[in-house]
């Protein structure tokens, strides 16, 4: 929806001042200053447009901001150049009204900065296409070339226009652009000749010098230097922010664009130069015969290259430059050029030569942008002419631009009361009459056809005689005298004589922005604007197709004896057509307002702007616009933007708009005098009125802000509450579909128990009512075989009575075993499947249970497969285990890892059998001979002691080294050695205990094959020497001792003393190696070995008991012997601790 605004909207200050109130100078100062503050540059006055320079680029002209003004009603939007634009476009295309915009200022308020504004405002909405768009490119494009040979800068304006221009921009019927006609007014040609302090020559020499080629420069015969040509003013050439050499390829573009060819381009150029070198040509004084002076060319350097340039030859120039034809009726009469004529001779040359360019340069560009078909078109002009003037020092260009600001305002008081008048009409509203101060008078002082100052000053100049510019004061003096708007010191009725504000050169004109007093000096010459003749035709005869047509006078076949007409003539006829020409068209005003004379952004020089605000007669504007009623507005807008004060209005009439509108005034009790009602529009007379119904609507517009605020909150609360309340039952719904889920398994599961256990107590009563049956069939036997007993019974008494047969007895109690024994195996048997019976339930329901439980996980075979595939892994780990865990090759390694599972046990344990024998085997091949007889000896050892006498395990680890003493390499036993002819198979000392007294004497023990020695230790003198066959036993105890009994054959030479008991740390070697001799010989009985703490002794002819004690260690360590009676001999043994 489009959002209607207005320009009453976010307003700073007023945007139309003809809602200033209270309405003064001060006010309307005010409120320019206060807008200007606020980047406010545009004001309105009704539909003019005040302007006022910024100085600065603003953010205004994006082409959002031409989309946001396109369309759109005046008043809609905030004041802008565009609205004006927009304006006019759209009732020249759709209203078919010929539009013009009229833009003035004073220089540097920005009129030219407007035009091309609104130029690329209506180039941006109007129609595209590749024709329009090179028909606008050249119309836009047409600015930068006048720009160049029509601007320069000045102390005022850095590109200020030096002429008034006027461009009708030609359109079709659908709005697109055809083409345009350009008029330019008054080239202020004096500044090519000479410039103020502080200003430039035309941009164009500037650029040309700047931007040109070498190459180019060269053929134009110039040199860079700006310094080494007269006309170029030095002290400013350079301009900042100014560049002349893009500028040029700027301008050399656009001359390309608007369709000059590159022959025309270099005519151009070439004229441009050829001025520069007229400013060169210096002349001096030379003498004639006949006492006058006359003047010769200096140096003709110059001159021939400008000769050169232009296909002149140089001596008519010369000649020009010395002499002057004045040619009469049949009469031609030369005369010298003083030095002084010669001077003003060239500089009207160039004058000439630069203003001719320039107007031929409008009308060649006219030929290109003209429009192109003859059908009827529609204009829109726009006038971007200099503003009024008021200098210190006025001079004629000031007096006929002034002249020309009078006229505009002319039109514009005319055309604005034509509209105002027009629009009451329109709307039915009685017109009053409005005061306004008519400007008629003052034009009619200036352009009378008698007595007119213009007229005057013509009459003056074609007056023959004496003419100066005195004689012309003079003139107006006479005549002008009464006129209540023309003062002069020396006026008829010299009401001013006493006026020292008015020297008496001058005269002073009331205009209607205010007083200008001009200097009349120059009026005369400017007016006559003259060229000698002698110089056209000189220009007339140059070899140069554009100079040539510049100079139409010079043609000698056209000679024509009339003087040319003045300048004045010729502006004023101008003006005319130009005003003619507004007049036919729907005037737009755009008032240009320079803030400040430094061109600086952000000053706002009051006393500057109330001199432009006077001389722009914008307080006039303001009053004749106010005159009937300050504000009118169309119904509907109207309605629309005040509907809301009235209850019977908001939010919708259904009426027509303006009856809604009276219901509206009439609640608001506006007073009936303050408003009338048009047929289209209502007109408010007052600003007061319209501010009040303003600041109402405001009021109101924050209470409807409150309202909506307040319907929007509840709105979002209830579509919030809505949504929360269609989650919660989204969320209710999910929670009720989960806890019915969770019950269902719930009920599912019970179920499930409850059958099994149902099914279970099934089973239980089936197996009972199978137990009941089977015991009805059991007491079906018992009772048949109670019977069958009862038969028998019957049988035996019959038997018994019948014959008393002896046998019916054993029939009756085999019967009898026979059921007892059956019954019995019956109850064994039910007993059994009973258990049977329970053990297979069990099975079954754990089966049951545990299917499933795993039903789901699963496939069938699937177990068997899992239990074969573990086991087999199992197994697999199992030997790899064993395998890295294997103990060492010892066989004494009782180490053997771990069983890891128990149904393994068996195997693991004949594995480790297998494993140790393998091992004992491996380690018993590496045995030798002799290590092998060792280990027998051992192992016999073993046999004998083993588990039988605490000393065994001591001496397992002890390697049995026999001959300890050794005998055969100890010199001192050689007498003993000698003694003994067999292998000594053990040698070591022996406590011999004395028979009688139990005490132990230290002797040397040898054993050979065949017997024991038994040797005195110190001299080795063999005290016994027994033949083995004579030893029968021998006897030790169980303990630790060392202690063995000999005991010898009863009879024999050798058991004369008795048995022999020795006492040895050796005594399971000695042992052994005496049981093994024993064994090893054919002839003998094995050596008997008696174990027992008891044993009995022959010592001589007794027989004494050898009895072995535990002492406590707390005895001491030794073991004692000692003979206790003739029948005892007691060995006391301590126990290890
Ligand atoms: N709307 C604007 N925005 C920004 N700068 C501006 C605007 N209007 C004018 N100016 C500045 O002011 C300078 C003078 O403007 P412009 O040449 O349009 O003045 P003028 O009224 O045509 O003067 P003259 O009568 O001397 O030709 C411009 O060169 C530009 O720098
Ligand atoms: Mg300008």
Known sequence: MEVKTSLLDNMIGVGDMVLLEPLSEDSFLGNLKKRFDHSEIYTYIGSVVISMNPYRSLPIYTPEKVEEYRNRNFYELSPHIYALADEAYRSLRDQDKDQCILITGESGAGKTEASKLVMSYVAAVCGKGHEVNKVKEQLLQSNPVLEAFGNAKTVRNDNSSRFGKYMDIEFDFKGDPLGGVISNYLLEKSRVVKQPRGERNFHVFYQLLSGASDDTLRKLKLDRDFSKYNYLSLDSAAVSGLDDAANFRTVRNAMQIVGFMEDEVQSVLELVAAVLKLGNIEFKPESRCNGTDESRVKDKNDLKEMCELLGIEQSVLERAFSYRTVEAKMEKVSTTLNVAQAYYARDALAKNLYSRLFSWLVTRINESIQAQTKARHKVMGVLDIYGFEIFEDNSFEQFIINYCNEKLQQIFIELTLREEQEEYVREGIEWTNIEYFNNAIICDLIENNQNGILAMLDEECLRPGTVTDETFLDKLNTICADHQHFESRLNKNSKFLNDHSLPHNCFRIQHYAGKVLYRVEGFVDKNNDLLYRDLSQAMYKANHSLIKQLFPEGNPAKVNLKRPLTAGFQFRASVGTLMRNLQTK????????????KKASHIFTDSLVRHQVRYLGLMENVRVRRAGYAFRQPYEPCLERYKMLCKRTWPHWKGPAREGVEVLMADLQIPTEEISYGRSKIFIRNPRTLFFLEEKRKQCLQDLATLIQKIYRGWKCRT?????????????????????????RNIKSATTMVQSYTRGWQARKLLRELKHQKRCEEAVTTIAAFWHGTQARLELRRLKQEVRNKHAVTVIWAYWQGTKARRELRQLKEEARNKHAVSVIWAGWQGTKVRREYRKFFRANAGKKIYDFTIQRIIQKY??????SMP?????????????????????TELRKIFHHWRCKKYRDQFTEEKKAVYEEKLEASEIFKDKKALYPNSVSQPFKGDYLEI?????????????????????????????NGKGTPRIFLLTKKNFVLADQKTGQVKASIPLPDVTSVSVSTQKDGFFALKLKEGSASAVKGDFLLSSEHLIEIITKLHRIGATAADREKLKVDISDEFLVQFKQDKVCVKFIQSSPKNGNSISCKRKNNRLLEVSVPTSP
């Open 586 to 597: 729907n005037p737009n005003y755009i008032r240009c307002i320079k803030p400040n004379d």
């Open 720 to 744: 919030h509450f809505l949504l929360m309340k269609k989650s919660q039952i989204v969320v209710a719904a999910w929670y009720r579909r989960y806890a019915q889920q969770k019950k269902y």
């Open 879 to 884: 030997f790899l285990g064993l395998k890295s």
């Open 888 to 908: 060492s090759m010892s066989p004494i390694d009782r180490k053997w890892p771990a069983r890891p599972y128990g149904f393994l046990d068996g195997v693991h």
């Open 968 to 996: 055969s390499k100890n010199p001192k036993y050689q007498k003993l050695n000698s003694a003994v002819d067999e292998k000594v198979l053990l040698a070591d000392v022996v406590n011999k205990i004395n028979r009688a």
